[in-house]
């Protein structure tokens, strides 16, 4: 089972750093790509990306780690060199013990063999005889529940069916350290529920557990300590609290960034000019009304649509309002002053965060962080109670009761 001493995870001095191409996106054909090398006079221009820089930290035997921090913060690309899936471009890693991971949807598998073959790939990649993950092999296959498609290629499951059969491999065959990206987020309630109870188990059972998620709920539910990366940085590592205390301080320093255009995701071929709202106090009940300005753009062909998601200060998702839902689209050909009025959302008291995204195909602008505001302490119900009456739930809801 590997060695016994030392750190499971020690990590010094580790950076990634990407070659991005300055002419935009990835040419899909070889005719496109030659159209290109010629305009560049056959020298491509490109900038340099660090997705990590400087990243040291060590992670005892048996701990649960939370690896989070928003979009872009780099998380994913930490969990890919852990996991070896890319090498990195300096500094150390070493890993006392073996390693199984869950990484994005698709990675770990081969499509062509079927999920039973697929099981017994892995666990020879991790070194075990065909005996042991014999030994392991029911339990798989009981805890993913999908016995009936094990002769079938994994190429033709579902993405619920494929996180299924993936978590529950990285998550019984012998390894001393457990690696999950957030790719849970696929499966449904109650597998996601079954997947952290076997986490939590695999931690107290003396595994490693190292978890990225945005939720940050469940990095309290699951995880002993945490690390807050931002822009590939590791800014803070100690409890859970700390960790999630830094994480809402972060969001001033982090909105700086964003208010410039050229620091946000999205193509750039439209981005918003302002995001606001007309108080940064607003109480429960209460409409929330967001204002929004987008210049009008010649180069973009057909509508776009806008989607703004509200955010609780643990970066949790509270709601996400897509006008495509209610059949609004905006015309680039115009300058657009629009207005997002959201009713009956009954917000508990706190800090929230407003993202909001302009979007065709793909994403043109994505404002994360583009506007705050705090929701009172005033209670929208007619009686007061001591606080166990309201603790609970993620927002308060209109309700009442009645006798039969």
């Known amino acids: 089972m590997g060695q016994v001493d030392g750190p499971a995870v020690s990590v010094s001095g580790l950076g990634k750093t990407y070659r991005l191409g300055a002419a935009g996106e ?52 930490l969990l890919k060199l852990l996991t070896r899936v890319t090498a990195p471009s300096r500094g150390r890693i070493e890993l006392n013990g073996r390693l199984g991971s869950l990484l994005e949807v698709g990675t770990g598998f081969h499509p062509e063999l079927t999920g039973q073959e697929n099981i017994y790939l892995n666990g020879a990649i991790l070194g075990m005889t065909r005996g042991e993950i014999r030994r392991r092999y029911d339990e798989i296959v009981a805890f993913s529940g999908i016995e009936k498609f094990l002769a079938t290629p994994v190429k033709r499951y579902s993405s619920g069916m494929y996180v299924r059969l993936a978590f529950s491999v990285a998550a019984h065959l012998d390894t001393e350290i457990l690696a999950i990206d957030e790719v849970l987020a696929v499966g449904d309630a109650e597998f996601q529920r079954r997947s952290l109870a076997k986490m939590r188990e695999a931690a107290q059972g003396g595994r490693t557990v190292l978890y990225v998620s945005h939720q940050l709920q469940t990095v309290q539910a699951l995880c002993t300590s945490a690390m807050l990366l931002d822009r ?139 506007w705050r505001f705090e929701v009172l302490p005033d209670l929208p119900y007619p009686e007061f109670t001591e606080s166990s009456g309201t603790e609970k739930g993620l927002v308060f809801v209109n309700f009442d009761y009645e006798g039969v």
């Open 26 to 77: 990835r040419q899909s054909t070889a005719a496109a790509a030659a159209v290109q090398w010629l305009r560049n006079t056959g020298r491509q221009r490109y900038t340099m990306f660090d997705a990590l820089d400087d990243v040291t930290f060590e992670v005892p035997r048996g701990e649960a780690v939370g690896i989070v921090g928003r979009n872009g913060a780099g998380k994913s690309t």
């Open 232 to 370: 590939g940085h590791l800014v803070y590592t100690g409890t859970v609290d700390g960790t999630l205390e830094a994480y809402r301080n972060s969001f001033e320093s982090f909105a700086l960034t964003q208010g410039d255009p050229s620091n946000r995701a999205g193509n750039g071929r439209l981005r918003l000019e302002t995001v606001s709202m007309d108080d940064e106090f607003v109480k429960s009940g209460e409409d929330v009304v967001i204002d929004f300005t987008a210049p009008a753009s010649k180069n973009l062909i057909g509508t776009y649509f806008v989607s703004a998601h509200i955010n609780n200060d643990q970066g949790s998702v509270i709601a996400q309002c897509d006008s495509r839902l209610v059949g609004k689209w905006f015309d680039p050909a115009e300058v657009q002053s629009g207005r997002l009025i959201i009713r009956d959302l009954w917000l508990k008291p706190g800090q929230y965060t407003v993202d909001v995204y302009v979007c065709q195909a793909g994403v043109l602008d994505a404002w994360e962080g583009a």
